[in-house]
């Protein structure tokens, strides 16, 4: 059984930095398939934030660009979305999500997901 535990939300002041983290448990390896980080705000729908291969190839979205950078480590255990200059607007519940043949950024294409966790960013 495939199973995505995400940590590392918290809340913050407009400008500050978190990272996130998402171990895989029944997964294997990150080098296959795609993996993925989405964000779902109160009453708007998930949307997805950004997307890693297995060969390492990433894609952010136009609204995180410049602040959030999707990585995993080097042993491809841990996916990771490490995000500066936080503003209000990215205050969300964060999703890791994987899927061994779908990638983008779309939240259809991912059998797999994780429970999220809370960030909060503060005016």
């Known amino acids: 059984q495939v199973q995505l535990q995400e940590s590392g939300g918290g809340t913050v002041q407009t400008g500050g930095s978190l990272r996130l983290s998402c171990t895989p448990s029944?997964?294997?390896?990150?080098?296959?398939?795609?993996l993925g980080w989405f964000r779902q705000a109160p009453g708007k729908e998930r949307e997805g934030v950004g997307q890693?291969?297995?060969?390492?190839?990433?894609t952010l979205a136009d609204s995180v660009k410049g602040r959030f950078t999707i990585s995993k480590d080097a042993t491809n255990s841990i996916l990771y979305l490490e995000m500066i200059d936080l503003k209000p607007e990215d205050t969300a519940m964060y999703y890791c999500?994987?899927?061994?043949?779908?990638?983008?950024?779309?939240?259809?294409?991912?059998?797999?997901w994780g429970q999220g966790t809370q960030v909060t960013v503060s005016s």
């Open positions: 999500a994987a899927d061994q043949s779908r990638c983008g950024l779309r939240a259809w294409a991912y059998e797999y």
């Open positions: 029944g997964y294997g390896r990150l080098n296959r398939g795609c």
């Open positions: 890693i291969s297995g060969d390492g190839h990433s």
